[in-house]
């Protein structure tokens, strides 16, 4: 089992930034691949980046791109989400997700193990 801890999620101006954190615990953090999600109300749950088990290899969708970036350090067992210049229509649930796999992937099927999700609100 991998338990996963989500936070920094709060409510924001449009044009300003967060960083959320997922902690995780209960196996090794390094031989996993970590990703972030988010579901806006009334839609479905939506891929937003994801980063190899090392690090080295990350993605992320294109509207996105160029404002949000994903880390990990796996010494603190802890995947990050840098939100810059954040858009009203940022406003979501986001979830970060494990898969065991030294890979990436963008589906969330291949994601086993789930946070509880943190709120983040862009007011206009």
């Known amino acids: 089992q991998v338990q996963l801890v989500e936070s920094g999620g709060g409510l924001v101006q449009a044009g300003g930034s967060l960083r959320l954190s997922c902690a995780a615990s209960?196996?090794?953090?390094?031989?996993?691949?970590m990703g972030w999600f988010r579901q806006a109300p009334g839609k479905e749950r939506e891929f937003v980046a994801s980063?190899?088990?090392?690090?080295?290899?990350?993605y992320s969708v294109d509207f996105v791109k160029g404002r949000f970036t994903i880390s990990r350090d796996n010494a603190k067992n802890t995947v990050y989400l840098q939100m810059n210049s954040l858009k009203p229509e940022d406003t979501a649930v986001y979830y970060c997700?494990?898969?065991?796999?030294?890979?990436?992937?963008?589906?969330?099927?291949?994601?086993?193990?789930w946070g509880q999700g943190t709120q983040v609100t862009v007011s206009s």
């Open positions: 980063i190899s088990s090392s690090g080295r290899s990350t």
């Open positions: 209960g196996r090794t953090f390094s031989n996993y691949a």
């Open positions: 997700a494990a898969a065991r796999s030294r890979s990436y992937y963008l589906d969330e099927y291949e994601y086993t193990y």
